[in-house]
């Protein structure tokens, strides 16, 4: 499991999944973790369901893992994104990368994130009191993946 993607319909466990990359490598000092989870409230959203093509999305964001590889100094990294209908409050991503210093975690682990907002291959429909609305990228969302040298294009 050193790094690998999944793209699920199933929630997961964030302690586990933590655990189990920490536990294969003894030389980890640093596990860092980020979960996304549905935002509700605040803007009305019912539910959200995401879309994608199955196998071009998870080569995608395997082709994110190596470049974070290049860039820094990691033993493992674990990206878990979930499709289908997710309601508000539910986890919809994880992003869990280990190494042996926390520097080089936290910023893999950002970078991941910021990549995968912008330029995995998901598509993303809220329900509103309004009615269904597709989800683009925001500039801010390019803005944060410009910071690492790369160009999103999004917004």
């Known amino acids: 499991m050193r790094f690998s993607v999944s793209i699920q319909t199933a929630d997961f466990d964030l302690s586990g999944e933590t655990e189990a990359l ?4 003894t030389r980890v000092g640093a ?3 980020f979960v996304g989870t549905v935002r509700g409230s605040a803007d009305g959203v019912r539910s959200m369901e995401l879309e994608h093509y199955p196998g071009m999305t998870e080569k995608a964001i395997e082709a994110m893992i190596d470049e974070a590889r290049r860039r820094f100094d990691i033993y493992a990294a674990r990206v878990i994104h979930r499709v289908g209908l997710l309601r508000p409050g539910e986890q ?3 992003v869990a990368v280990t190494s042996a210093h926390r520097g080089q975690s936290f910023q893999a682990c950002e970078f991941l994130m ?3 907002k912008t330029q995995a291959p998901f598509w993303k429909k809220e329900e509103t009191p309004e009615g269904a ?3 683009d990228a925001r500039a801010s969302d390019d ?3 410009a910071r690492w040298g790369i160009a999103g294009g999004n917004a």
């Open 22 to 25: 920490r536990r294969e490598d």
């Open 31 to 33: 596990v860092c973790s």
């Open 92 to 94: 919809i991503v994880l």
């Open 114 to 116: 910021d990549y995968l």
């Open 133 to 135: 609305r597709w989800v």
């Open 143 to 145: 803005a944060a993946l």
